[in-house]
């Protein structure tokens, strides 16, 4: 099976998928500097149209996702400046030829991740 990278952001107050969050991905070299890759927005299932990283695109190190919920919050009733506002996630990636999935469950207050299937 090919390697790749996806990520999903459930909105864990409203219990729904987070659509239209930013999230960037930085690749974290060994001295901790960090290199931009891409950004992506979630679709309304709170998902990305296509993996952060395909089969060809995957390589072993250390990854970091940052999530703008601030901005996602923002658009609801909530007090401003919201509690949160960029959720980074690092993580590392062992095996190209894994599936990592990470998934963010948020909401204004906290957040939990995981390494999912």
């Known amino acids: 099976m090919p390697g790749s990278l996806s990520t999903h952001v459930l909105d ?9 969050v930013m999230v960037q991905l930085w690749r974290i070299d060994a001295i901790g500097e960090r290199t931009y890759v891409k950004t992506v927005y979630t679709t309304a299932d709170g998902r990305t149209k296509e993996p952060l990283l395909s089969s060809d695109q995957m390589s072993v190190g250390v990854y970091e996702l940052l999530f703008a919920v601030g901005a996602y919050f923002a658009q609801q009733t909530l007090p401003t400046p919201s509690f949160l506002d ?3 996630i690092r993580f590392g990636i062992a ?11 948020v909401s204004p207050w906290a957040y ?3 390494r999912g299937s």
């Open 12 to 20: 864990t107050t409203q219990g729904k998928p987070a659509a239209n």
């Open 86 to 88: 960029e959720v980074p």
């Open 95 to 105: 095996d190209v030829d894994a599936h990592y999935h990470v998934p963010l469950l």
């Open 112 to 114: 939990s991740t995981y």
